[in-house]
């Protein structure tokens, strides 16, 4: 939250979320579950998605950690990964 209110840094912030977001499209590519051109889902779109979910989960842990378990953000892995499953089959 620091580095989205001082503009010196965000810049920076948002180079290293940039290549966070393409480095998690390329893992999703590898493993056929989304294309940038025309898959099933969009590549960056659902990198976008995966690192919110991450970022949500672990400012959750930090706020309530007993109210939200470590793996938190892998076990709502799973459960995405069985309801997105049947769109790729």
Do not use: C, N, Y
């Not at 503009?7 to 998690?24: D, F, H, I, T, W």
Request: charged share 25%.
């Amino acid at each position: 939250m620091h580095e989205a209110r001082t503009p010196s840094r965000r810049l920076e912030s948002a180079q290293l979320l940039g290549a966070r977001r393409q480095l998690v499209a390329d893992i999703v590519e590898g493993i056929s579950m989304a294309t940038t051109s025309g898959g099933p889902f969009d590549a960056k779109q659902l990198a976008s998605m995966l690192l919110a979910m991450e970022d949500g989960f672990r400012l959750h842990r930090l706020i309530d950690p007993d109210a939200t378990p470590p793996d938190s953000f892998v076990r709502s892995l799973d459960i995405l990964w069985s309801a997105l499953r049947p769109a790729l089959e």
